[in-house]
């Protein structure tokens, strides 16, 4: 039985636009000739500490944690807090500085205290469309839609024209379903100002999630075609590509994804939508390599998670793949789809049925979606453990039976080579004298000492009834009982028959006998 893959969408909140970061921090104002030298700790004491203006400490510190939040250094991020509250009270007027505490503290993963300091900062300065967006894009990543779409049209009430919050509120519409307010939020937004790129990107993916690929299709079009510099956006190339996916064009899919690539190689959903492609082709090698590349850049991202231990069950490293499956539930536990993934990995893979089902009651009492579906693989499974059980029976009963025949064979082949060999050894011994030991199997030792053929005239042994010595084997001879013996008597010869004298005559001297002296008795 075969599963259908569980596949998900590892894709970012604007489609094919990057998993945003916290927004970049507020630029600081250019440092004079009296800043303190570049990497000088603010809050030190020494000469310069004490020598610098409080305009110039502020002006220092700020440049400094901007530089290091542009560049991501979460592990300066505790620092910078620690810096920037120092200059809190020093410019209790400069929204930037509460800003900037909110984005390290993002860095650190501290959700809490960064949406304080967001909130900060728009106390501060309401027009700060950044913080509006970094408290927007952080409702949305904890799933509250209702509260992003807030927090992003809160700063349009105080930067209409921001172009990020617009694009904002049209991505948290599009994920409510609420295609046809996204559509006109988009056509307004165009309308102010028809150069914004994401605004096309967002409305395309409100057509495609409509399944209206060729509207979505034309918006992007229309973006490359009027849009100065809009071939170079690569999100655009991206979503594209996406739309010819949906459309089952692969190859033309795969085209516009190599080129968002190409534009920027750290555009994850690029790599995923690839590895998709790959995936669907059972390119499980190239497939992995795109998702391991896009999970280090991203490594809480669940679907990038699922995607990858897909590929790792197809390459049949599956220990691998249940550790990426339950590296996602541990994330994002209150989502029990990978549950699905690892029943099917130890169902269709592993043939372990007892803990594929078990996994399938853990995706049921976790309150999963697809109830459906879970009943009817439940099912499956039961029915494919009876099958597989009944066929590993019969491959022991069948077993069992090539084994015996195979023994047979052997005792077979045995026995040939053993009678080979007599029969080899008796040839050459044939009409050879016997040794000592006695000749070889099939033959026997004959009345004139040679190997000979057993059976032959004159082989046979002690016990064997004879006729005759010439019955009995070298040694032996032929007794009185009729069988070959050893050291036998010959049999009593006949006895002599008694002669019988004539009778004496009367006369013993017969009539003329001859004188011995010459004359007549």
């Given at each position: 039985m075969r599963y259908s893959i569980v596949l998900l969408a590892a894709l970012s909140l604007a489609g094919c636009g990057k998993k945003a970061p916290p927004v970049a921090a507020a630029a600081p104002q250019p440092q004079t000739e009296a800043s303190a030298a570049p990497g000088a700790n603010p809050l030190e004491g020494g000469p310069q500490a004490i020598s610098e203006s409080p305009k110039v400490r502020v002006k220092r510190v700020m440049a400094d944690a901007v530089s290091r939040l542009q560049a991501g250094d979460v592990s300066s991020a505790p620092k910078i807090v620690e810096d920037l509250k120092g200059i809190t009270a020093l410019a209790p007027d400069r929204a930037e500085i509460p800003f900037n505490?909110?984005?390290?503290?993002?860095?650190?993963?501290?959700?809490?205290?960064?949406r304080k300091a967001y909130l900060r900062a728009t106390d501060v300065d309401p027009k700060l469309g950044a913080a509006w967006l970094n408290l927007g894009s952080m409702a949305e990543r904890a799933g509250d839609l209702d509260r992003a779409l807030q927090n992003y049209q809160a700063g349009l009430r105080y930067a209409p024209d921001d172009g990020n919050l617009i694009v904002g509120v049209i991505g948290v519409l599009r994920r409510q379903g609420r295609f046809e307010e996204a559509i006109s939020q988009a056509k307004q937004a165009l309308g102010q100002n028809a150069h914004n790129i994401n605004v096309y990107n967002n409305l395309g993916l409100v057509y495609l999630d409509q399944g209206q690929t060729d509207l979505a299709s034309f918006t992007y079009q229309k973006a490359l075609n009027s849009i100065e510099g809009a071939d170079q956006n690569a999100s655009l190339h991206c979503n594209l590509g996406k739309v010819h996916l949906a459309r089952g064009e692969a190859f033309t899919a795969r085209q516009e994804l190599e080129r968002a690539l190409q534009l920027d190689p750290n555009l994850n959903a690029a790599k995923v939508l690839l590895a998709q492609l790959d995936m669907d082709d059972h390119n499980w090698t190239d497939a992995a390599s795109l998702l391991e590349g896009a999970l280090a850049q991203d490594p809480q991202d669940t679907g990038i998670l699922t995607n990858l231990g897909i590929c790792y069950r197809g390459l049949g490293r599956y220990e691998e793949a249940q550790a990426r499956y339950t590296k996602a539930l541990e994330i994002q536990p209150g989502d029990p789809t990978p549950y699905l993934?690892?029943?099917?990995?130890?169902?269709?893979?592993?043939?372990?049925?007892?803990?594929?089902?078990?996994?399938?009651?853990?995706?049921?009492?976790?309150?999963?979606?697809?109830?459906?579906?879970?009943?009817?693989?439940?099912a499956d499974l039961v029915s494919a453990k009876d099958k597989y059980e009944k066929e590993l029976e019969r491959k022991r009963k069948r077993d069992e039976r090539d084994k015996k025949r195979a023994e047979q064979e052997r005792l077979a082949s045995e026995y040939d080579r053993i009678q080979q060999a007599k029969e080899q050894a008796a040839q050459a011994a044939l009409n050879k004298a016997c040794p000592v030991a006695g000749c070889?199997?099939?033959?026997?030792?004959?009345?004139?000492?040679?190997?000979?053929d057993e059976g032959a005239p004159g082989t046979a042994v002690a016990g064997q009834a004879c006729q005759s010595d010439d019955d009995c084997a070298?040694?032996?001879?032929?007794?009185?009982?009729?069988?070959?013996?050893?050291?036998?008597?010959?049999?009593?010869?006949?006895?002599?028959?008694?002669?019988?004298?004539?009778?004496?005559?009367?006369?013993?001297q017969p009539k003329n006998t001859p004188d011995p002296w010459g004359g007549q008795q």
């Open positions: 505490i909110g984005v390290a503290y993002e860095l650190m993963g501290d959700d809490t205290n960064a993934d690892i029943a099917v990995l130890q169902g269709d893979y592993m043939r372990s049925y007892d803990a594929a089902l078990a996994s399938i009651d853990r995706y049921v009492a976790a309150g999963g979606k697809r109830m459906d579906l879970a009943t009817q693989w439940r070889p199997e099939l033959t026997a030792c004959n009345r004139q000492n040679l190997c000979v070298f040694g032996l001879a032929c007794g009185a009982d009729a069988t070959c013996a050893s050291g036998a008597a010959a049999p009593p010869a006949a006895p002599a028959p008694t002669v019988t004298p004539p009778p004496a005559p009367a006369d013993p």
